[in-house]
Each structure stands twice: as C-alpha cells, then as structure tokens.
C-alpha cells in the first residue's frame, strides 16, 4: 500500500469518525438538556426529613446543646455540641426522598457514623476543600480548641492524622480562635490575637509563617481574628473577621492588607464571599444585621439583612444556596430567614425550631439544608437551692425546602 491510498483511505474515514463525534456531542447535549439544577421553592414550607436529639444528651450530659452544623460534598455533615465533640452524621442516598413522620419526635432518625472528643470547647472547625468520600484520603476536617493545637482528623475512622502546634514568646501552645483552607487546600490560616498563622498542611508540626494584622503605626486590624473565609473564585483574596468589630480583606500570597471595613454594631463572627466573589457577607455577636459589601466600592455597604441575634452571645451562622441567588440564616427566635442576594429583600421565613438556630447550611447541590439549634438557659433559683443551669439542643438536619424539579 502506498503513502497515497492510505491518505485516500484515511479522507474517506474522517466523515465516519465525523459523524460519531457529532453524534457524541448530540448525545452530551441531550444530557444536558434532561438535567438541571433542582429549583427550591421558598415560597412552599419544608418538610422535615430527619431529626437527632437524643444522641446529644447523655446521661454524664444532660444539658448538651448544638453550636453548629457544616456539609461538605454532600455526602455527610459535621455537627459542633458544648459537650466538645463532633459529630460526622453520613446522609443516606435517597435522602432527599426520605420524610419523618410526626410522631418520630421523641426519637433520633439514626446515631452518628463517627465521635471525635475533644478536650477543651472547640472554638471552630473546618472540612477540607476537595473532601469527597469516594476519596479516603480527603475526607478529614480541622478542629481547634482551647489550650491545645489545631487538630486533623479522618472523618471515617475518626483517628487523629496529625497536629499543628503554635507557640508564643515563652514558648507555649497558643490556641486559634479561627481556621480555614484555602482553595487550594495545601494551607492552614489560623487565626490570633492581633496575628494570622499559616501552616503548610503536608508539614505538621510547629512550622508555621506569622503575619501580624497591626502594623507598627497601629493601623490594620486589631482584636482577635474570629473568622476567616476564601475567595471561592481563585481571586487570592481572603476575609478575616474581628472581634474588635471589624472585617479585613488581604492578598493570600503575600498578606498584603486590601481593606478594612467597619460597620457592625458586635465583633465579627462570620465571613463568607458571595458565589462570584464580588461581594462579602458579614455578621457579628449581638448584631441583628449581616452587612453586604461590595469588594470592589468599600465606602458603604450594599444593604442589610435581618436577623434575630441581639440578646445572644452564640455564634450565629448563615449560608448562600449553591447557585448564589439566596442566603439563609437563623436567629435566636428559631425561624431560618431567606434573602434574595440580587435584591437584598426578603423572601421568606419558616420556624426550624422552638430555640436559637445557631447554623444553617445548604446542601451543595441537592434541594436540602441543614440546621442546629440550642443556647444556654439560666433559670431562676429556689430558696435555699444552688442555681440550676438548664440546657437545651435540638439539631434537625436535611429540611428540605418546597421543590420543584424541571
């Protein structure tokens, strides 16, 4: 065969492989076209489809209540108690089928698939960005607590990977009071007094990079760093948090101080970037408002959104639905409210819980959501009685908002 009848042989064969590639892309775009992301309909109340309690009041603590709640890929999510521990609860596949019947109150839908016990309060947690459970390996998560070092633990078998010690100047552990990831999932930002530590996730150990966020002319931002948050976009920006009341954006490759931005009424406990990375959604302690700031006009803020927290000292998280349109978030009066981020209006609200709604976080892609809910009770003593404490947690996860599949 010559050179030249294999390359006739080989033009009448081009429209064959042609057409199946055009077939092929037919075929992609049908699949497409079949599937789209599930419309959630804030309008029409949720249901409950499980509900836990009973695992968090033990006999040796009767009084445990939720501090929060965090889904990573979907498959799970983590749960935060006052009994320091954690809590990793595995969603079942037909999960957004499943719907509990009212008289399952008094009982848990199913116990926990893994307890990790801390020694001290946890101050904050964190999964690993790229967490997926059919990958063994990135199924860990990052704890801190007082008087002891940030901890990575293995979500499935809940033993301890490895540890990240910080040191003060006389040469003790200090305690993060904040961390996070970052996108790219090979650092630790932790957050200080005054400072901001980063470690290098495959180095554990006391090897860290310190950044100071006061500089020596006393500008920067002050306080104790409550709370950090990632540009989800790749942009290299990150969000710090302060108890002092204000919130800072700096550069993740040389911690250069972008902004710093002032407005909320209490220190800051939460950050978090919208799906498009423009804009940043802060909310505080005491602080019924959660600010909107537009990242690239920081004179004033966007608008503000309501909530219930002006009498509570917790934490109070909220959380942005996957396709970045709505935020959701609860209160200390046990209603979850949901705003329209395009106009900053709301939309709806429904009643998660009889006590404060501490967390709330959506599922990434299925039409569900999460929340914790519980707060510490003082009640008032009898004669010649100590003073009684009384706690309450509920956690009810997998509320799943009114749906509407196209």
Same mark, same amino acid.
């Given at each position: 065969?010559?050179?030249?009848?294999?390359? *006739?042989?080989?033009?009448?064969?081009?429209?064959?492989?042609?057409? *199946?590639?055009? *077939?092929?892309?037919? *075929?992609?775009?049908?699949?497409?076209?079949?599937?789209?992301?599930?419309?959630?309909?804030?309008?029409? /109340?949720?249901?409950?489809?499980?509900?836990?309690?009973?695992?968090?009041?033990?006999?040796?603590?009767?009084?445990?209540?939720?501090?929060?709640?965090?889904? /990573?890929?979907?498959?799970?999510?983590?749960?935060?108690?006052?009994?320091?521990?954690?809590?990793?609860?595995?969603?079942?596949?037909?999960?957004?089928?499943?719907?509990?019947?009212?008289?399952?109150?008094?009982?848990?839908?199913?116990?926990?698939?893994?307890?990790?016990?801390?020694?001290?309060?946890?101050?904050?947690?964190?999964?690993?960005?790229?967490?997926?459970?059919?990958?063994?390996?990135?199924?860990?998560?990052?704890?801190?607590?007082?008087?002891?070092?940030?901890?990575?633990?293995?979500?499935?078998?809940?033993?301890?990977?490895?540890?990240?010690?910080?040191?003060?100047?006389?040469?003790?552990?200090?305690?993060?009071?904040?961390?996070?990831?970052?996108?790219?999932?090979?650092?630790?930002?932790?957050?200080?007094?005054?400072?901001?530590?980063?470690?290098?996730?495959?180095?554990?150990?006391?090897?860290?990079?310190?950044?100071?966020?006061?500089?020596?002319?006393?500008?920067?931002?002050?306080?104790?760093?409550?709370?950090?948050?990632?540009?989800?976009?790749?942009?290299?920006?990150?969000?710090?948090?302060?108890?002092?009341?204000?919130?800072?954006?700096?550069?993740?490759?040389?911690?250069?101080?972008?902004?710093?931005?002032?407005?909320?009424?209490?220190?800051?406990?939460?950050?978090?970037?919208?799906?498009?990375?423009?804009?940043?959604?802060?909310?505080?302690?005491?602080? /019924?408002?959660?600010?909107?700031?537009?990242?690239?006009?920081?004179?004033?803020?966007?608008?503000?959104?309501?909530?219930?927290?002006?009498?509570?000292?917790?934490?109070?998280?909220?959380?942005?639905?996957?396709?970045?349109?709505?935020?959701?978030?609860?209160?200390?009066?046990?209603?979850?409210?949901?705003?329209?981020?395009?106009?900053?209006?709301?939309?709806?609200?429904?009643?998660?819980?009889?006590?404060?709604?501490?967390?709330?976080?959506?599922?990434?892609?299925?039409?569900?959501?999460?929340?914790?809910?519980?707060?510490?009770?003082?009640?008032?003593?009898?004669?010649?009685?100590?003073?009684?404490?009384?706690?309450?947690?509920?956690?009810?996860?997998?509320?799943?908002?009114?749906?509407?599949?196209?």
């Amino acid at each position: 065969m010559s050179v030249t009848e294999a390359m *006739e042989e080989g033009e009448e064969e081009q429209p064959n492989s042609g057409d *199946e590639a055009e *077939e092929i892309e037919k *075929e992609a775009k049908q699949v497409e076209e079949e599937y789209s992301w599930p419309v959630i309909r804030f309008d029409v /109340p949720p249901h409950r489809t499980y509900h836990f309690c009973r695992q968090f009041r033990t006999p040796s603590n009767p009084n445990n209540f939720l501090k929060g709640v965090k889904s /990573p890929d979907g498959s799970c999510f983590l749960s935060s108690s006052d009994d320091n521990t954690l809590r990793v609860f595995a969603l079942p596949e037909n999960g957004s089928d499943h719907q509990e019947s009212v008289g399952d109150e008094a009982a848990d839908a199913y116990s926990a698939s893994n307890v990790v016990s801390e020694g001290e309060s946890i101050h904050d947690y964190c999964w690993y960005p790229y967490m997926s459970a059919s990958d063994p390996v990135t199924c860990v998560f990052a704890s801190t607590t007082r008087d002891h070092p940030i901890h990575l633990w293995d979500a499935a078998s809940g033993e301890l990977r490895c540890t990240y010690r910080a040191y003060d100047a006389m040469d003790e552990i200090t305690t993060a009071f904040s961390i996070a990831f970052n996108p790219a999932g090979t650092k630790i930002f932790a957050g200080y007094n005054k400072s901001l530590r980063v470690f290098d996730v495959h180095r554990p150990g006391r090897d860290f990079e310190q950044y100071s966020t006061v500089k020596g002319n006393k500008e920067g931002q002050s306080g104790i760093i409550s709370a950090i948050a990632f540009c989800p976009t790749h942009t290299g920006m990150l969000a710090t948090g302060s108890y002092s009341q204000t919130t800072a954006i700096y550069r993740e490759d040389n911690m250069e101080l972008l902004y710093v931005l002032h407005g909320q009424e209490g220190g800051v406990t939460h950050v978090q970037f919208s799906k498009d990375g423009n804009f940043l959604y802060t909310g505080g302690r005491k602080d /019924p408002y959660i600010l909107c700031w537009d990242i690239r006009n920081t004179v004033n803020t966007v608008y503000k959104l309501y909530r219930s927290t002006e009498t509570t000292n917790q934490r109070i998280f909220f959380d942005i639905e996957p396709i970045g349109r709505h935020l959701g978030t609860g209160g200390q009066d046990g209603l979850v409210h949901i705003y329209d981020l395009q106009t900053g209006q709301w939309i709806s609200c429904f009643q998660a819980a009889s006590d404060t709604i501490n967390g709330f976080s959506f599922h990434p892609f299925l039409p569900m959501a999460a929340s914790s809910s519980g707060h510490r009770r003082f009640g008032i003593p009898e004669c010649n009685e100590d003073l009684s404490v009384d706690i309450s947690g509920v956690m009810k996860t997998a509320l799943q908002c009114g749906v509407s599949h196209i």
